[in-house]
């Protein structure tokens, strides 16, 4: 059995790690509060554009005479290259957060017949690099606070590799926040834009009228779409990562009182041993004195 020393030590390491995990379940949590806000905010937003800019791409008038040159980023064509976008966290402590992504952009890229991957946070370039994976471009320092800023030079990535032929289509692979106890990943066909029509949505030629012209239009949504979608699925995640982190830590909180409690008890019994057996050796000789 350890010496109450030993014991004593290691109590006072426990509660200082419980310390560490405690203030970071707090950080966690505050930030979640505003995380989880900007996420439900910005869905709606990011929904609307796409509903607009596909009813608008849907409607044949606004795409008739439009050229690959005029609208790249509409091009379809065999998928030979498949581009992934692939958003973890930069940091760890965050429970399965990160391996449940990571697990399902595996069986993702894996299904295709070539990738070209994009990687949005350290854990998830470390991840591919161990594994022997190319990553082409890698961006880190603000998965748990995103701008829109930061989601257009993702974006630019993106497009400037679809534009230019060296991959066919591109997808978003990010985590979908529904509470702080539960999140999915998910995969979002991001490029190219597929019009209603071709999904059985599309409206009646001559059904929407556009002012500026519909080249003008396209010109503008398409790039903003993209740059929304993707500033879309960095907060859902960013609301992802702080939640796991919180569930982590107060699980990792927990924990370390159940340990405290042990040890405690350990503390105790190793204490008591050694006061029962100086009260032993004293008696011992004391009698050894009287039979002398």
Same mark, same amino acid.
């Given at each position: 059995m350890p010496n109450p020393r030993e014991? &004593?030590?290691?109590?006072?390491s426990v509660k200082n790690i419980q310390q560490i995990t405690k203030a970071m379940k707090m950080v966690a949590a505050a930030r979640l509060r505003r995380a989880q806000e900007k996420a439900a905010s910005t869905r709606p937003f990011a929904d609307k554009i796409? =509903?607009?800019? #596909? %009813?608008?791409? /849907?409607?044949?008038?606004? !795409? %008739? $005479? #439009?050229?690959?040159?005029d609208a790249p980023l509409l091009a379809q064509r065999p998928v030979r290259?498949? $581009? *992934?976008? !692939? !958003?973890?966290?930069? +940091?760890g402590l965050a429970g399965s957060y990160n391996s449940n992504l990571l697990k399902h952009a595996m069986a993702e890229i894996a299904e295709a017949?070539? @990738? @070209? #991957?994009? %990687? !949005?946070?350290?854990?998830? +370039?470390?991840? *591919?690099? &161990?594994? $022997?994976y190319d990553v082409e471009k890698d961006f880190f320092g603000l =998965?748990?606070?995103?701008?829109?800023?930061?989601?257009?030079?993702?974006?630019?990535a993106a497009v400037d590799a679809f534009k230019t032929g060296e991959v066919d289509e591109v997808r #978003?692979?990010?985590?979908? *926040? +529904?509470?702080?106890l539960s999140f999915t990943p998910e995969t979002l066909n991001l490029l190219p834009v597929v019009p209603p029509a071709a999904e059985g949505k599309g409206g009646k030629s001559g059904d929407i009228l556009f002012e500026p012209s519909g080249e003008v239009l396209l010109a503008q949504l398409l790039p903003y779409y993209v740059n929304t979608r993707i500033y879309a699925g960095l907060m859902q995640s960013a609301?992802?990562?702080? /939640?796991a982190r919180m569930t982590a830590m107060s699980s990792a909180t927990d924990n370390a009182s159940e340990l405290l409690s042990?040890?405690?008890? =350990? @503390?105790?019994?190793?204490?008591?041993? /050694?006061i029962t057996r100086e009260i032993t050796e004293i008696v011992g000789g004391a009698e050894a004195l009287q039979q002398s």
């Open positions: 014991i &004593h030590r290691r109590m006072r796409a =509903s607009l800019l #596909l %009813t608008a791409v /849907g409607d044949r008038t606004a !795409v %008739t $005479g #439009l050229s690959q040159k290259k498949t $581009g *992934f976008i !692939v !958003v973890a966290a930069d +940091k017949d070539d @990738y @070209y #991957l994009i %990687t !949005v946070g350290r854990k998830a +370039k470390e991840f *591919f690099q &161990h594994r $022997g =998965s748990d606070k995103p701008n829109f800023e930061y989601a257009m030079q993702i974006a630019k #978003l692979i990010s985590t979908r *926040f +529904k509470s702080a609301a992802s990562e702080l /939640g042990a040890l405690e008890l =350990s @503390y105790n019994k190793a204490r008591q041993a /050694g």
